[in-house]
């Protein structure tokens, strides 16, 4: 009797164990991701430029370009050079429903 006892005792410590441990590993993971306040414009964080505000728009044209506020397809086009972006984006269907945060492709034609 003693025995199954002390089985039940040991697994019930365990399974307590478990879902502390669990519940740590959660906590953790929500803190790193949070981070230590956030990084601002122009900042670094975990190795990934932080761009936001009129950094934004301010930003380099890449290859792979993200929309911002208040850009349409033809301000990016002059913006970066590149009068093909419809033709390279068959995902964009209307020229006119562009949103922010749309990643679409670019390929400057003349340098920035």
């Given amino acids: ?5 002390l ?4 697994s019930a410590a365990a399974d307590t164990a478990s879902w502390c441990f669990a519940l740590s590993l959660v906590a953790l993971l929500l803190v790193c991701s949070l981070g230590a306040g956030g990084a601002g414009a122009g900042e670094t964080r975990h190795g990934v430029a932080v761009v936001r ?6 930003r380099p044209c890449e290859e792979i370009y993200v929309v911002a506020e208040g850009e349409t397809l033809h301000s990016i086009s002059d913006k970066c050079g590149d009068p093909y972006i419809l033709e390279q984006n068959p995902h964009v269907h209307d020229p006119d429903d562009v949103f922010p945060g749309l990643v679409i492709k670019i ?4 340098p920035r």
């Fill in 1 to 5: 009797m003693a025995r199954q006892q």
């Fill in 7 to 10: 089985k039940g005792w040991v």
């Fill in 53 to 58: 505000g009129a950094a934004l728009s301010a």
């Fill in 107 to 110: 390929t400057p034609s003349r």
